[in-house]
């Protein structure tokens, strides 16, 4: 059987059971859904709202440092914008995007299942983030905090800015993660349909399982930190500080635990979807399917044991360091892979470049540089140069934005389609995309040189002949802020207007193409059984024919 | 549907899973799932422990000998009875032994609610003596520095060990008014099975923290 | 839905469980165990009075970790659990050795004359009058 009737209806134009959209379209039955897809959806318009928001804040900064001295912001109003703009984008962005969005859509599409293993439990997730994300908004109207987005001790438990609803915030944020990667691994598990092995997983869901790994296993730590923090400000319980006997550095060691392997929840759904779509626009197979696949299961363990690096000046003892400084070079093994394996991918494959390639392409480059100086800033000596310097800044914004919010993108466009059933404006995808990859090396190539000749971050003020490179890196993240500007205008007036797509514009062998798009409620009239490799380019079937049994 | 699934009570088996038997293993993989960030949860004020005890030997020494080791001894009976009295329970759901499980589960709940009072007396204690937290300490019975640590410590463990006892004991009540129903038979019992893990945990922290607080 | 059955395992029967079915399920490896366990504190209890110095934290983590293998095996069915749970159970046991192990180790291993004078802690480990580890009392 290749594809049902009723999936070859949809091809055809002509609509069969109404899609997950139809369903039902009063308020309550998106509030109070089960289906993985809407969810996905609620998920994908949250993040990009606060996408933006965490947007302004940072171009709210970069405006402030056009001058050397006092301008714009007072020196406080400055502390509180780089604070809200870390939180905003690193938990009510980064860390949920790609999972909660793309990976509860597409999951268990990619899957063969009807859903995840616990729907409720997945919608519960998402009121969680509405609920830590309007803690935060709460902490915002009162101006917020000022303790950077890392809540160092003791500043952070006796600084007298809004910080325990940011803390609360965080912690209910930090379930709404928890829940979502156990309801993934969950589903892994148990939901995978017939013939569908392990080593036949799509890419995207080995990314999605190793980030789920670690979501489960990290967030707890951080939920136990910012909450006894809190109680510290809250009661003066002083386990942090060190007036009572607490040690500042204890509160780095139980948050970096987190943190670092935070990093790679941010980052390894994103390398997901460029391993999804680098096999689909260059119409071959992945050039090392297990290493790719391995690769992410490495990540999410070796990620675990490097997060000392964020502490070589912190005052942690020289073995620590050491060993901390050896273990994060394992780390860029892994990612090194991946590059190599995507390249190889790409290789004499037949490329269609069509704005998701433009992303991929934007995402290697950025992923080979921001790593690299990643493993340059694991090395002690170096780091105590650099650290706390824009040349860490740079670093981890050629990760974070650079990778992370590229591959986003690059995601957004392959399944807009999938999603809504519409096609975006092909000439203004790739107009964006030029105008961000542009912004964005205007912007942070800037930094990585302010920062090796020495300015701080996280500082109000520099000195005067900082300010060309300042005033050119405000200059990028205009252009950056433009280009995103102008996706958020095309992909609206897509959603209503775009062409009508057929099930699989991109000819791709992605499991998830083999429903209707949008796909009904129930996604597959009949559960397929799975009997070829994923990304199959191999095979002679014309594009956007999958053959299952 | 399955036959099996068709003599369940309504609506047990959900339409995306393939099989009871699949559901099932995901209910007690995500349940371990879960315990496993629980476990995580306690890893770090553990940590805290940990160092502040590398750090203040002798306080902790000291503190520890001014807490009730009569109290503590028998809160851990009474947690180690209550795991035993909720397994029993399981067991005798899934021999359809329905009233000898729900009067296991009332056991269960009755010890915990025990280890609560003795706990209550214990803070109470501690309030007494000015044995507190942090900025509140003013025991006069041990000044070395550590000692306000480690009764910050001992308050943050046992208090958040405190609240996982409660929230367990409301699971257990849910689940007996659910057992006394008859929800819980030979055919299916999973949902209590996940109720009694989440108590063993609560169970399986206090094993550590016994030693660790009352034995130093 | 009509999907054919799921991959591997899909006989009933031989779920692990449901060997217990086949001869009717038993209640004495519970009331074993209770009685071990209740034997283990006793242990403890007596081993912790003891103050044994060096040794004191070693044993009564040793027999805390015995006591837990027997309720995590026992009471929470690990024994016959599939190995996916128990992967998952050893797993966070594992990070919770790598947090407790780096953080220790930074405090094991710090050079204490480079921490700042007036620190309640840090210099030396913290002893009234600044005794040292072999001038103490115990």
Request: charged share 10%; with cysteine; hydrophobic share 50%.
């Amino acid at each position: 059987m290749r594809l049902s009737e009723d999936d070859s209806h949809a091809l055809a134009g002509a609509p069969a059971a109404p899609t997950y959209l139809e369903d039902g379209t009063t308020v309550m039955s998106w509030l109070n859904t089960r289906d993985h897809k809407r969810v996905g959806v609620m998920f994908l318009v949250s993040v990009i709202l606060f996408f933006f928001l965490g947007g302004l804040f940072a171009l709210l900064i970069r405006f402030k440092l056009l001058q050397p001295g006092p301008f714009f912001l007072d020196a406080l109003g400055y502390n509180r914008m780089f604070t809200l703009h870390g939180v905003v984008m690193i938990f009510l962005f980064l860390i949920p995007s790609i999972p909660s969005a793309f990976g509860n859509f597409v999951l268990p599409l990619m899957l063969g299942a009807r859903d995840v293993a616990f729907p409720r439990l997945n919608l519960f997730s998402y009121y969680l983030y509405l609920a830590g994300a309007v803690l935060a908004i709460l902490a915002m109207i009162q101006g917020g905090a000022d303790t950077g987005w890392t809540f160092y001790t003791p500043y952070s438990s006796t600084t007298a800015t809004q910080v325990l609803p940011v803390l609360l915030g965080v912690f209910i944020l930090g379930f709404s993660s928890i829940l979502t990667g156990l309801n993934f691994i969950v589903t892994v598990h148990t939901l995978r349909a017939p013939g569908l092995s392990w080593m036949r997983l799509p890419l995207f869901v080995w990314g999605i399982y190793g980030t789920s790994i670690i979501q489960v296993l990290a967030t707890p730590v951080i939920g136990i930190t910012v909450l006894i923090v809190a109680v510290e400000r809250v009661g003066g319980f002083g386990l942090f500080d060190p007036a009572r006997g607490g040690d500042p550095v204890l509160f780095q060691h139980m948050f970096w635990f987190y943190s670092h392997p935070a990093v790679y929840i941010m980052v390894l759904p994103g390398m997901g979807v460029i391993s999804e779509t680098v096999a689909a626009f260059s119409r071959k197979n992945p050039f090392g399917y297990k290493a790719i696949a391995m690769s992410s299961l490495g990540i999410a363990f070796v990620g675990f044991f490097t997060w000392g690096h964020h502490m070589f000046v912190a005052g942690q003892s020289t073995f620590n360091a050491g060993a901390f400084g050896i273990l994060s070079m394992f780390v860029g093994v892994f990612t090194a892979i991946k590059v190599f394996n995507w390249v190889g991918t790409m290789y004499r494959g037949a490329i269609s470049f069509k704005t998701p390639f433009a992303y991929i392409c934007g995402f290697l480059y950025f992923i080979v540089f921001g790593g690299m100086t990643g493993v340059a800033l694991a090395t002690t000596s170096l780091d105590i140069h650099w650290h706390d310097t824009y040349f860490v800044v740079a670093h981890f914004h050629f990760i974070m934005v650079g990778a992370s919010v590229m591959a986003f993108l690059a995601a957004l466009h392959y399944w807009f389609p999938k999603m809504f059933g519409r096609m975006y404006p092909e000439g203004w995808g790739l107009v964006a995309a030029s105008l961000i990859i542009l912004g964005f090396n205007a912007t942070f190539i800037p930094q990585f040189l302010l920062g090796n000749f020495g300015m701080p971050r996280r500082y109000y003020q520099y000195p005067e002949h900082f300010q060309a490179l300042n005033v050119a890196s405000t200059a990028g993240a205009t252009l950056l802020g433009f280009g995103f500007l102008i996706i958020l205008i095309y992909m609206t007036i897509a959603l209503r207007y775009g062409q009508r797509s057929e099930a699989n514009p991109w000819g791709s062998k992605g499991f998830e193409w083999l429903t209707a798009s949008p796909p009904p409620t129930h996604n597959f009239d009949e559960i397929p059984t799975i009997t070829q490799m994923p990304h199959d380019y191999r095979t002679h079937e014309p594009p956007g024919v999958i053959r299952v049994a | 549907m399955s036959p099996e699934a068709a003599s369940l009570p309504e609506g047990i088996l959900a339409h995306h899973f393939a099989s009871l038997e699949r559901q099932n293993e995901a209910m007690r993989l995500g349940m371990w799932l879960f315990l496993a960030t629980e476990i995580l949860l306690f890893a770090g004020l553990f940590t805290g422990y940990s160092v502040y005890r590398f750090e203040f030997p002798l306080a902790f020494a000291e503190c520890s000998r001014h807490l009730s080791l009569t109290a503590g001894t028998v809160n851990t009976i009474v947690l180690i009875t209550s795991s035993f009295t909720v397994a029993l329970s399981i067991h005798f759901a899934r021999t359809d032994q329905r009233r000898a499980a729900v009067v296991c589960l009332a056991l269960t709940i009755l010890l915990a609610l025990g280890f609560l009072g003795i706990k209550a007396i214990e803070y109470t204690a501690h309030f007494r003596e000015h044995a507190l937290p942090g900025k509140y300490y003013a025991f006069e019975e041990v000044k070395i520095p550590g000692a306000a640590m480690f009764y910050t410590l001992y308050f943050m463990m046992t208090g958040l060990h405190g609240l996982h006892v409660v929230a367990g004991m409301s699971v257990l009540t849910w689940l007996l008014w659910r057992t006394n129903q008859g929800r819980y038979s030979s055919r299916y019992y999973t949902g209590l099975e996940l109720g009694g893990l989440y108590w063993h945990l609560v169970d399986l922290v206090w094993i550590f923290l016994y030693p660790l607080l009352y034995l130093i | 839905m009509g999907e054919s059955g799921s991959s591997g395992r899909a006989n009933v029967a031989l779920h692990p469980d449901d060997r217990h079915e086949e001869h009717a399920h038993s209640a004495i490896p519970y009331v074993v165990v209770w009685i071990a366990l209740l034997a283990f504190t006793a242990l403890t209890y007596l081993t912790g009075k003891q103050h044994l110095g060096a040794w004191a934290l070693f044993i009564a983590l040793a027999i805390a970790c015995l006591k837990s293998a027997l309720v995590a095996l026992i009471f929470m069915h690990l024994k016959d659990s599939s190995g996916m749970t128990r992967l998952v159970f050893g797993t966070s046991l594992v990070f919770v050795g790598i947090l407790l192990f780096f953080t220790v180790a930074d405090v094991a291993t710090r050079f204490r004359p480079a921490t700042p004078a007036g620190a309640p802690f840090g210099t030396e480990r913290s002893r009234p009058e600044g005794l040292l580890e072999h001038e103490m009392p115990e």
